[in-house]
């Protein structure tokens, strides 16, 4: 549907923090939205707390699924949905009541496929998460741009959404972005918070053994290869020092994986 913005909200036993994600949404100064949703699996109050608001406001929509993970239970969420933009929200983060207006609006009059801006930390630790432009060279390197960012449903569609075959949940969003990136397509940075980033100690992210980190690497390395190859060549015949090239540190690696 033409300006509707779909939020894609992934759900496993989050009853302690969902309450407040979904109220979040209330909030909003745009309107034309609906929220999915897409409860993977969970054992706890996570359906009655959707359900209290699905009664409040039909624009939040439920659904229940078998567990199988971050990357397919956006997949669903987004496959369902009837907008033209898409916002992923986790079910612990908040979203700042004028985001979603003003994206609406840069997408109105840019050639525009992703919006996105900074977040304030909040729960176990608080501050501004000050997130950069997009880079892609910046983004081969690691992921600096959080999920909670609004695209558009068709370059989703176009990359084949979320790759659910990485050999560990949690690093989707990073593969997303380098997908859109390798395909040419402008990030519009919104110099302001657009959300709230919950930090908690026992998140999925922060449970990363070393060996899954290497692992999701890996494959990124390998998915990306030509890219990575593309940046070793535009480097190599300068220093490559940790010093005085933020790169250096991932070519060192991907050099020696990708036996350049």
Request: hydrophobic fraction near 35%; charge should be neutral.
């Amino acid at each position: 549907m033409l300006n509707k913005i779909s939020i894609i909200i992934p759900c496993f036993n989050s009853e302690k923090t969902l309450y407040q994600t979904l109220d979040s949404l209330l909030k909003q100064t745009f309107s034309n939205w609906e929220a999915i949703i897409v409860d993977d699996g969970s054992i706890d109050n996570t359906k009655s707390i959707s359900a209290s608001f699905i009664l409040k406001d039909k624009r939040f929509k439920y659904y229940y699924k078998e567990n199988k993970g971050l990357g397919k239970a956006r997949n669903y969420g987004i496959e369902r949905a009837e907008g033209e933009f898409i916002l992923p929200l986790d079910s612990d983060n908040l979203v700042d009541s004028e985001f979603c207006e003003l994206a609406i609006e840069i997408f109105k009059s840019k050639n525009i496929g992703v919006v996105h801006g900074h977040a304030e930390l909040f729960g176990e630790k608080s501050g501004l998460w000050h997130i950069e432009k997009f880079n892609f060279e910046k983004l081969l390197v690691q992921n600096y741009i959080d999920a909670c960012a609004i695209f558009r449903k068709s370059l989703w569609e176009q990359v084949g959404g979320y790759d659910e075959k990485m050999p560990h949940q949690g690093n989707e969003d990073w593969d997303l972005w380098l997908s859109f990136g390798r395909l040419g397509v402008e990030f519009f940075h919104l110099d302001k918070v657009t959300f709230k980033y919950r930090i908690r100690t026992n998140s999925m992210i922060r449970q990363y053994s070393d060996e899954i980190r290497q692992m999701n690497e890996n494959y990124i390395a390998t998915k990306y290869a030509k890219e990575y190859r593309q940046v070793y060549l535009n480097y190599r015949n300068h220093e490559l020092s940790r010093e005085n090239n933020p790169l250096a540190s991932a070519i060192f690696y991907f050099k020696k994986f990708l036996k350049l």
